[in-house]
């Protein structure tokens, strides 16, 4: 733990001004990941910026039949907003699925999005870490990696982006808000994350000097035939190995369209539109979705310790389909795999 | 009088839990308190080369920054390092000398006004080290062990392997059918919600009281006094309330030590809090490596056993239980063959977690008795019953009392046994499979001299005293329980007083010895006070009690009783004031004489249901009862929580927990609990407790056995067998987790 000076910012702008001003500060809104990183170490931010009381903190409802939230919306209150639960049940489920009550009391949206990997090896100072020592090896790859990537890895980092909110707003086409010295701009959701490629230090492609305002939901959210499964090693408070996001429609029992998202196998959340374009038309059988599997895993790697990432995903995938194609979600309430 | 003993009698300290108004050891407050904050090594062996604490210094606030090189003095002996329950070997000592035995090892120490500041300087610190090659591997080391010599006689080193019986290879040879596995049990760590913590107090004189979190505030006591070559009794450790430690505060802790260290070097009080990844430097459950065979001939009855076992333990001090005996005690064999090895890596020294040995060498052969139950196409329980020892054949001697038929019997029922069918994969609830598990467990029933002492004031007030501690257990609670009866005291009368170590002797709180031994001592010197009483009572002018000696009269009511006739009765009042005392004060030791005649012991039987989805491997553990015969039960509230809380821990050993090790670097890596798992409420459904009525009459007056491990021991096995009954999968190393199923 560094010392570190302490502001509040008093608008969006003003936000922007002051860490433009001090690129070493961040900005803090719930601080469940960034001060548990600096009590570690791992991040040593010379001012923490305190956004967490800037008006971000509405659900409110676009021209364009979706729903725009503010970067500052506890992930608890979003679960549980009547609009998301009913329209977006796939949002709400994937939240619920992850951290505890506590901690998603006091996650932001904006935070979520951007919470730093859980690899080990990024946590302990005493090891060479690319992410946080960009330069100094990849301790994981020949390492414990049974919670690492199996899709999208780099020879300099095979971390996974721990979110289970990500996994959803990506298979929902969502867009990312950001304002920055150079103004305001819109993110894809698919484009909001990155690869690590040789810049593993870098999560996101957010810009220096930006913060994230808010996060807009188009108006399809799949309400009909939807499910967040998610599959980790205790029955709740885990990080996922593999979790599915799924949301198709359809027109009797052909799909007519789908969406497919994967958390816990890649740098970002994974959506990879072959395997959808390989659902639609088809009825939704065990066999379509199992090809589905295929195509989404077929460049999946893994490692000593997290090749069995590869055929769980695979199950995962099939199981998360058959439920979303019966209308029976995975609940959150319930640990039995529906 | 039992009014209150067996009774489920909530916690005479839940108040103050509750309202945080007990205190534990690092929200104790002294005037200008300073704090500490440790430095880890970054290896897990060599040498300190340099140390550049002039940053660190440089931080307004600090007051120091001790290192190996500017400490004040500490014994130069290894005996003056050990402590009451250390095992053979050199003890570690923190900020002795440049080496480094194990990573996150403290090397440095720094002190300063605000804990927030002493934290920033830590990290300021600079070491670079020699470094040298090091092994934190089970694996890589098994071949590299050495092994402990077996014993002729068990009550020599009850920790060693016991003596081989019989002719096992031969008989091995020419049993009919044989079973053999190898298992394996990760190390695994205690996790205590509270932090460890130490409050050090310098006072008048350069005496000091020490707020710790310990399980033997006079092991501590004696330890530091010893370490810092100081009158033992300018040195008061106080632990009045512990929060969880599971046998991780059995031996005095580092931050105690460091504590101390900044506290004489400042002549000013110091806290130091460990951070819950610090905590993973200390002590842990060995890891555990088993080989078991078992051979069998066709009417059920086992020919041989071999268990060999292979444990963990540091580069400095051999720590080991009696990992490889428990057989001897369960099943029936006249031929069995024991070893066991030590591996040497470079970590801390392994300790005593929850039922030490117990928990990994009965998960072990509970596994391989159920392996063998299927190989012969048996009912696991049958086989159990047909291989029942009603003898530790180890000392060839009977049980005080072994209730072991009664957990069985009255487990399956309630479990509903007997609606299992046998085969595997043979159950299914939809997509789940669902399998049926059982195992043995067996603990010991240990006893130790320990001194109680009790005030009772004419007003019918008394106060128990001893220096033991309530580690969460609920000590306090059965303390007072024993107490109100043989004081013959309402409950709200009595005050009890432990975790100070200027109380009367009790040993540090563990192997489940203080509930028999502390209720025993209570009743001894309640005895002497009730002599006592009487005697003033015959001083009494015509008194109806003249003519009876202390064992004829009970203390009822505030009243002492004839036990031949109820009217005639004094009050406790009348007799101190004729008496012209307003208190009576009594201290005696409760010493168990164990005349070698029998073996004491608990045991359970624990039964398993689990439901796992058959195409993705989740595994829910949704039922589990646990049949229990500890002997007399002292409180059912307190016991059932016990044994609750073993099955849980039980689950997380079973599918859970592992501390997780980088080799290349020796370090830990889990070391935080969000990454180390143990279950969480989700993954706990139905607990039934099941207390078997046990009498005994030989292992102690009051027939108390302890209740503190058994309840986690079996769970593991039988939550296994469970897996295996569901999947036909037998997974063999834990924890079982889902990508195991799939191999
Ligand atoms: C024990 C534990 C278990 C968890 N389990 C799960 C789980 O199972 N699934 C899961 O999805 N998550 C899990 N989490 C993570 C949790 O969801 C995140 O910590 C949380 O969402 C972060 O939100 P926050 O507001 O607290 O972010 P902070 O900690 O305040 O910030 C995180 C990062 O985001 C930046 N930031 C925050 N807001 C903005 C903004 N508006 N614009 C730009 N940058 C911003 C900060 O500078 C910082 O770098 C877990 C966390 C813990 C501690
Ligand atoms: S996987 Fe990424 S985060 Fe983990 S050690 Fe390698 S570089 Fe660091």
Redesign the interface.
């Known amino acids: 733990m560094i010392g570190f000076q302490y502001s509040r910012a008093q608008d969006v702008a003003d936000a922007v001004r002051q860490i433009a001003a001090e690129p070493s500060a961040k900005f803090i809104a719930g601080g469940t990941n960034l001060i548990d990183l600096m009590k570690q170490d791992v991040e040593r931010p010379s001012r923490l910026i305190d956004i967490s009381r800037l008006p971000l903190r509405s659900v409110e409802e676009t021209a364009s039949g979706g729903l725009r939230i503010g970067a500052l919306v506890p992930n608890a209150d979003l679960a549980y907003h009547p609009l998301i639960a009913q329209r977006y049940p796939m949002l709400a489920s994937s939240i619920l699925a992850g951290a505890s009550a506590q901690l998603r009391n006091m996650a932001s949206t904006g935070g979520n999005l951007l919470q730093r990997t859980r690899c080990y090896y990024f946590y302990d100072t005493a090891t060479p870490c690319n992410k946080r020592v960009p330069g100094s090896g990849c301790s994981a790859i020949a390492g414990l990696n049974r919670m690492h990537a199996i899709l999208g890895t780099s020879e300099s980092c095979i971390a996974t982006h721990p979110s289970d909110m990500c996994v959803a707003l990506v298979a929902l086409d969502a867009t990312v808000h950001v304002a920055g010295p150079a103004g305001a701009r819109v993110i894809a959701f698919a484009d909001f994350h990155r690869l690590p490629g040789d810049e593993p230090q870098r999560d996101t492609t957010l810009q220096d000097g930006e913060i994230v305002t808010a996060v807009e939901l188009p108006e399809r959210g799949f309400s009909a035939h939807y499910t967040y499964l998610k599959i980790r090693d205790r029955l709740s408070y885990a990080f996922a190995l593999v979790s599915v996001a799924a949301g198709l429609e359809l027109e009797g029992d052909r799909i007519k369209d789908a969406r497919l998202a994967l958390g816990g196998v890649a740098h970002k959340p994974w959506r990879d539109p072959t395997a959808e374009t390989a659902l639609r038309g088809q009825p939704a059988s065990q066999a379509t979705f199992a090809s589905a599997a295929t195509i989404l895993l077929r460049d999946a790697k893994g490692y000593e310790h997290n090749r069995f990432k590869i055929d769980l995903a695979r199950r995962a995938i099939v199981r998360a389909l058959t439920q979303a194609a019966a209308g029976t979600p995975q609940l959150q309430s319930s640990k039995k795999i529906a | 009088m039992t009014t209150y003993i067996g009774t489920a009698t909530s916690r005479i300290d839940g108040h103050a839990k509750v309202t945080g108004t007990a205190k534990y050891a690092a929200e104790f407050n002294a005037p200008h308190l300073a704090h500490a904050s440790v430095v880890g090594s970054?290896i897990a062996r060599g040498r300190i080369a340099r140390i550049d604490t002039s940053r660190a210094r440089s931080?307004p606030g600090v007051l120091a920054v001790l290192t190996h090189q500017n400490r004040p003095p500490m014994a130069s002996d290894d005996s003056a390092y050990k402590d009451d329950v250390a095992p053979e070997g050199a003890p570690f000592r923190p900020l002795y000398n440049d080496r480094i035995l194990f990573?996150d090892q403290p090397v440095a120490l720094v002190v300063a006004e605000e804990p927030?500041i002493a934290?920033?300087a830590a990290?300021l610190v600079r070491v670079e080290y020699h470094v040298d090659l090091h092994v934190t591997d089970v694996h890589r080391q098994r071949h590299s062990t050495f092994a402990l010599e077996p014993v002729e006689r068990l009550d020599d080193n009850p920790f060693a392997p016991p003596p081989p019986r019989g002719q096992p290879e031969h008989s091995l040879a020419s049993a009919d059918m044989r079973h053999r596995a190898e298992y394996f049990v990760p190390i695994e760590h205690h996790n205590p919600m509270e932090l460890y913590a130490s409050t050090v107090v310098f006072e008048d004189e350069g005496r000091l009281t020490i707020y710790d979190k310990t399980q033997g505030v006079q092991n501590v006591q004696r330890y530091v006094a010893s370490v810092f070559e100081l009158d033992p009794s300018h040195v008061r450790v106080m632990s009045p309330f512990v929060g969880g430690a599971f046998g991780s505060g059995l031996r005095p802790q580092y931050q105690v030590v460091l504590a101390v260290l900044a506290s004489l070097s400042l002549k000013r009080s110091v806290r130091l809090v460990l951070?819950r990844?610090q905590m993973y430097g200390l002590g842990y459950r060995p890891a555990m490596l088993q080989e078991i065979e078992l051979g069998i001939n066709a009417h059920g009855a086992l020919a041989a056993i071999t268990h060999e076992a292979t444990t963990v333990t540091s580069q400095h001090e051999n720590y080991y239980r009696q990992e490889t005996g428990w057989s001897g005690l369960l099943y029936r064999s006249e031929h069995a063959r024991y070893a066991h090895k030590l591996a040497r890596l470079d970590l801390a020294t392994s300790c005593d977690m929850r039922a030490p040995s117990a928990a990994t060498a009965v998960y072990a052969l509970e596994c391989a008795m159920d392996e063998l139950a299927v190989a012969l196409k048996l009912d696991p329980l049958e086989l159990r019953l047909r291989c029942y020892s009603e003898r530790d054949q180890h000392n060839d001697r009977p049980y005080s009392s072994k209730g072991l038929r009664d957990c069985y019997r009255r487990g399956a029922e309630a479990f509903g046994w007997s609606e299992r069918s046998p085969e595997p994969r043979s159950m299914r609830d939809g997509?789940?499979l669902v399998g049926w598990g059982m195992a043995t467990g067996v603990w010991e029933a240990l006893q130790v001299p320990i001194a109680v002492r009790i005030a009772l004031t004419a007003n019918g007030h008394a106060e128990i005293a001893c220096a033991t501690s309530d580690i969460g257990t609920g000590t306090y609670t059965i303390m007072a329980q024993v107490a109100a009866d043989m004081l013959g005291l309402p409950l709200d009368n009595i005050t009890v007083r432990i975790g100070d170590s200027t109380l009367p002797q009790s040993p540090v709180e563990g192997g489940s010895w203080i509930a028999a031994s502390v209720s025993n001592g209570i009743a001894t010197t309640a005895q002497a006070i009730r002599a006592e009483l009487l005697h003033l009572a015959k001083a009494v002018p015509g008194s109806p009690l003249r003519d009876l000696a202390p064992d004829d009269v009970v203390l009822l009511d505030g009243r002492l009783v004839s036990k031949r006739d109820a009217a005639h009765a004094v009050s406790i009042a009348d007799v101190m004031r004729h008496g012209g005392v307003d208190r009576i004060e009594q201290e005696k030791t409760a010493s168990f004489h164990h005349t070698g005649a029998h073996s004491h012991n608990t045991h359970s039987a624990v039964f398993a249901e689990v439901?796992v989805?058959e195409?993705?491997?989740?595994i829910?553990v949704t039922r589990v009862v646990s049949a229990v015969a500890g002997g007399r039960i002292l409180n059912a509230k307190t016991a059932r929580s016990q044994i609750m809380g073993g099955v849980v821990w039980g689950i997380g050993m079973a599918?859970?927990e592992e501390t997780?090790i980088?080799h290349?670097?020796g370090?830990i890596?889990?070391a935080d609990i969000?990454?180390y798992?143990v279950?969480?409420?989700?993954?706990v459904h139905d607990i039934e407790v099941i207390f078997v009525d046990e009498p005994d009459g030989i292992v102690n007056p009051l027939g108390i056995k302890g209740l503190g491990e058994i309840g986690i021991v079996g769970v593991a096995a039988a939550i296994a067998n469970a897996v295996h009954h569901a999947t036909g999968k037998r997974v063999r190393d834990l924890p079982i987790?889902?990508?195991k199923l799939?191999?």
């Open positions: 970054t931080v990573s927030e934290r920033l990290s951070t990844q997509t789940e439901k989805d195409q993705i491997g989740i829910r599918l859970h997780l980088d290349t670097f370090r890596m889990n969000a990454e798992h279950p969480v409420n989700a993954d987790t889902l990508d799939q191999r």
